[in-house]
């Protein structure tokens, strides 16, 4: 199976990407994550990024905070679907990570997720390596009809809680 490769700008951003490596190890994905910044070390995020599907990764998944440029630099150094993160700084809650990575220029796409949205990027890098890998899918199907499962259950006790 690919790899999920997984680029945070600083290690402040971990408890947002520890939400998506625990996904990924529920669902027995492998993935590599390293801390480099699209400003701090342009050049190791760079090469990350160009060496990526010759290192067997498939989808890569960036989280940043504040004026978060990393997952369009990223973007802009492969061909490889990459998933973006904004991150909740000390300041706008967030909004300024998710303008810098969801309003992307035509010609490289981030596909990105909620704000601190570690677990829905995992998801998302799940589903992309399932399109070629049917037991993965299949673990991704079992997990929702679980999620269903769990709400249903809330749903049978919610008479008893009004
Ligand atoms: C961004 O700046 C990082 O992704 C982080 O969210 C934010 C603050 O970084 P630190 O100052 O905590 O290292 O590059």
Redesign the pocket.
């Known amino acids: 199976m690919k790899k999920v490769g997984i680029v ?3 290690d ?2 971990l408890p947002v990407i520890k939400k998506a490596t625990d996904m990924l190890d529920s669902l027995g994905v492998a993935w590599e994550a390293h801390v480099y ?1 699209a ?1 701090r070390t342009p050049a190791q995020a760079r090469d990350f990024a160009v060496n990526a599907r010759a290192n067997g990764f498939g989808v890569l998944i960036a ?4 004026a ?1 440029h ?1 997952a369009g630099a990223v973007a802009a150094n492969t061909t490889l679907p990459v998933i973006g993160i904004p ?1 909740q ?1 000390a300041c706008l809650e967030g909004l300024d990570a998710l303008l810098s990575t969801v309003q992307m220029p035509s010609g490289i796409p981030v596909a990105t997720v909620a704000v601190n949205g570690g677990a829905n990027a995992a998801l998302l890098a799940a589903q992309i390596l399932a399109v070629e890998d049917a037991l993965l899918a299949a673990k991704l199907d079992a997990k929702r009809r679980e999620d269903a499962a769990a709400v249903l259950a809330k749903d049978a006790g919610i008479a008893e809680k009004l």
């Open positions: 945070m700008g600083s402040s951003d910044s400003h989280a940043a905070g504040m978060a990393l991150c700084g």
